[in-house]
């Protein structure tokens, strides 16, 4: 373990869920994340495992992720297991699952007889691709979702040169398991209205998708209006920058070779860079013109190698005393594994935690993902021995009756007032939105910078702004500050994402505006903390990245190449694509996370438990994104790395090149094996003792891969989706396009995870579906806002007449868009 793990005090235990009791019944990633972040949100989870114990057990980070929980034995398989699992059901508010359809319906558990049973419970179902559609019935992996979906194309810069490449972080994973958190406490919050559960769905696809910021307005804009700009690539074929946000976005090694990330993202902080790195009498030369955009590649590249190699002339602890001595220039540093934990903000903010479990012995491990202003909610417990239930889980079995059916969105009635720029907070206030909660959201006079980010007006945004109001007001003003206080008195939430100290500054933190509304559930998401060392800095996707050890998970050999500069141009676009690919970023993954504290938030008000200074970050969300790798202890095993070159984690799973395209196999189950053997029978004969076990395949990985690249070499991806599929094999054909427009442009697909939206830019179009599919409520899909389209409304709706409007408005204190 990591020295500086040490020990904690034990932080007052704060459950907001608490009297929750959740029966889980999930045997894969997505459904530990969800229920990991119930237990530790105070509610009683009870894991029905199968005799011999559930699969998470093997992975790596169980002991963080069963903490808190509760263990049973049921065979379900058996003909006393669906009586057993209903006796369970009868003392239970939510049961979890992440069985696909047709598992399911060989276990007998029917959903909608279940709730006919019990019609109280909520039950969720987290699955790979949804219950419906055209793609229900392929197996459900990670890697085989983001390879059908072309997120493994979109990451193809994780390659130099350029290929579908394996995505370790498990971000489909951790975003459907918190989609399913949205769906169960929205569903419990209206049970208390309507006296009744429904079945909830969470799926990887709409999980993923979730997280791009903005690439589906861009494709939106291509599909229309083919020309109305060119789409350029960021870097060249040959992994050249032609863009000047990587200029600004460096990811460099020090002398020492220790890769940096820096962030000096807008104009005074990009100029501190280069005059730090003496390169500003470079731009009186002619040749520059236009700087920071460039008139060719070569130019580029010629600029982009000056700053590879002054990042080069000084030491880790020499660039350190640069930023301590610089407020405008600072930059991470590339973190993997435990290192993680040892990040100067997160151990300033107790985001970390030591366990003592009885079987591996001291666990230091993320501690809970939200905090109050004591730190984090609670201690967690350790992970369960099987059939470790303890007692207490029963009650007294008195049935609770059901109430009147109701079809109202779940949050109808909830105000959320959002104070905050870009994605990594505002997104989860879009989500809440299609769950019926009316938001507002502030933006300043010349509108959320998120806007303009992309060539086409409004594109960058549009995602973000989906169900929102939005008035434009000056804080800084005295009419502003009143303005927003009079606004904040009749809300139930309060949503800031603002760097520490900024919110003080506005007359908009916990304090004064408790001050207004003293059950205000104030919620903090900054980039780093509210305050500590880093809470002033700003925060970005590609620094969070490698802070957070994203960018290493997914390629842990690309900072390990530093001996010299074509070393290190070679490996720059690979680690610096591997922490924020505009597709795969942290914001979207913290965006998920705040909805979760949001919602936990309110079911703690509602029954009784409140928490009204609620804290996340984006830097503190990651490090649950990767529990699997960040959890340290004694012997634990080693954390999954890619291999083959970076197309997956064995041969068994990863990517293949086809006789015409990709395809990703996925068969890492002992039970998989002969399937395969016998679908490939006619191809390769690999009934070879060496791979006759578990055991003899991990020993002769290579082998057998090699062997299994010959047979797929032979026939194009299709065959081999459509021949594996056929004998229950996980096996897809990669998509090698955007994403966004496969999804857009394939009428199946179209019908299955989006809904028509209406927004001023883009009239009717296409958004992707609420996240959360709920049976019985009714979720909303509305398109976005301009800045400051509802400014008047609003106003007057909260007693401000024409008059005051039109003087605020020539005053500059407001803008009515």
Request: glycine fraction near 10%; charged fraction near 20%.
């Amino acid at each position: 373990m990591s020295s500086s793990a040490g020990t904690q005090a034990a932080p007052q235990s704060v459950t907001p869920l608490a009297g929750t009791r959740v029966v889980d019944l999930s045997t894969t990633l997505p459904g530990v994340v969800c229920t990991q972040f119930l237990a530790d949100s105070g509610a009683d989870v009870l894991m029905v495992e199968p005799p011999g114990g559930s699969p998470v057990r093997s992975l790596r980070g169980w002991p963080a992720f069963g903490r808190g929980k509760r263990s049973t034995v049921v065979d379900l398989k058996s003909g006393s297991g669906a009586d057993e699992l209903d006796a369970l059901l009868r003392d239970a508010d939510v049961v979890v699952t992440t069985f696909s359809p047709a598992a399911l319906a060989e276990l007998g558990i029917d959903s909608e007889a279940l709730l006919a049973r019990h019609p109280r419970l909520v039950i969720a179902h987290i699955t790979g691709w949804g219950r419906s559609g055209p793609w229900r019935d392929l197996k459900g992996y990670e890697g085989l979702v983001l390879a059908k979906a072309g997120l493994s194309h979109a990451v193809r810069r994780m390659a130099n040169p350029p290929r579908p490449s394996y995505v370790t972080v498990p971000y489909a994973s951790f975003a459907a398991g918190h989609i399913a958190v949205h769906g169960i406490l929205a569903a419990l919050h209206e049970r208390d209205r309507s006296g009744l559960g429904q079945i909830v769905d969470a799926d990887l696809v709409r999980g993923v998708h979730s997280i791009d910021a903005w690439n589906w307005f861009g494709e939106m804009v291509g599909i229309r209006w083919p020309d109305a700009y060119e789409n350029v690539e960021a870097w060249t074929e040959e992994g050249t920058p032609q863009s000047p946000m990587l200029l600004a976005l460096l990811a460099a090694p020090t002398k020492d070779g220790h890769w940096l990330q820096f962030a000096q993202v807008s104009p005074h902080l990009f100029a501190a860079m280069l005059t730090e790195f003496g390169m500003m009498e470079l731009l009186a030369d002619p040749k520059w013109k236009g700087f920071p955009a460039l008139e060719s590649p070569v130019l580029y590249k010629e600029f982009w190698s000056i700053m590879l190699a002054k990042v080069g002339e000084r030491t880790l602890a020499e660039w350190q005393q640069v930023f301590d001595n610089n407020p405008d220039l600072c930059a991470e540093l590339f973190r993997s594994g435990p290192q993680v934990l040892d990040h100067p903000q997160l151990v300033h903010d107790r985001r970390s935690t030591v366990v003592e479990d009885p079987e591996v012995g001291p666990v230091r491990q993320p501690s809970t993902l939200i905090h109050t202003a004591d730190g984090p909610l609670r201690q967690p417990s350790p992970a369960p021995r099987l059939g470790e239930a303890g007692a207490g889980w029963r009650s007294e079995g008195v049935a609770m009756a059901g109430g009147d059916a109701s079809s109202q969105p779940p949050l109808a009635g909830i105000t959320i007032v959002e104070f905050g720029e870009m994605f990594a907070a505002p997104y989860a206030t879009s989500v809440l939105a299609d769950l019926g909660a009316r938001v507002i959201k502030f933006e300043n006079v010349n509108g959320d910078n998120i806007r303009n980010l992309l060539q086409f007006p409004e594109a960058a945004g549009a995602k973000v702004m989906q169900g929102k109001e939005s008035i434009q007001v000056d804080l800084h003003t005295d009419e502003g500050k009143a303005v927003a206080h009079r606004i904040v008195a009749s809300a139930d939430v309060v949503l800031q994402s603002m760097r520490a100290g900024a919110a003080e500054r506005l007359g908009i933190d916990a304090a004064t505006l408790r001050a207004v509304k003293p059950d205000l559930i104030y919620v903090s998401a900054p980039g780093y903390g509210v305050d500590g060392p880093y809470g002033a800095r700003p925060s970005y996707a590609p620094s969070i990245g490698a802070a957070g050890g994203v960018a290493l998970t997914n390629t842990p050999d690309a900072a390990c190449a530093t001996s010299c500069l074509d070393e290190v141009m070679h490996q720059a676009p690979r680690v610096t694509s591997a922490g924020t690919a505009p597709e795969l970023q942290s914001d979207g993954l913290a965006a998920l996370a705040v909805a979760s504290a949001i919602l936990t938030a309110l079911i703690g008000r509602d029954r009784g438990n409140p928490v009204n200074d609620v804290r996340t970050s984006m830097l503190g969300t990651v490090t649950h994104v990767l529990t699997d790798w960040l959890v340290d202890y004694p012997d634990a095993p080693t954390a999954p790395a890619p291999v083959h070159d970076g197309n997956g984690l064995s041969a068994l799973y990863r990517i293949y090149a086809a006789g015409d395209g990709h395809i990703f196999l996925a068969a890492p189950q002992p039970k998989e094996w002969q399937p395969l053997v016998d679908a490939l029978r006619d191809f390769a004969d690999l009934a070879d003792d060496r791979f006759a076990t578990p055991e003899g395949r991990a020993a002769n990985d290579d082998e057998l891969a090699r062997r299994l690249e010959a047979v797929f070499g032979k026939e194009p991806a299709a065959f081999w989706e459509k021949r594996l599929s056929a004998a229950g094999i996980g096996c897809v054909e990669l998509y090698e396009g955007a994403p966004a427009r496969l999804i857009q442009t394939d009428p199946a697909l179209a019908a299955e995870y989006t809904v028509p939206a209406v927004s001023p830019v883009f009239d009717e179009h296409l958004r992707f579906s609420p996240l959360a599919g709920l049976s019985r409520s009714a979720t909303r899909a509305p398109g976005g806002c301009l800045a400051g389209q509802h400014t008047a409304a609003v106003l007057r709706e909260f007693g401000y007449d024409d008059a005051t409007i039109a003087k605020w408005q020539d005053a500059g204190v407001i803008n009515c868009g």
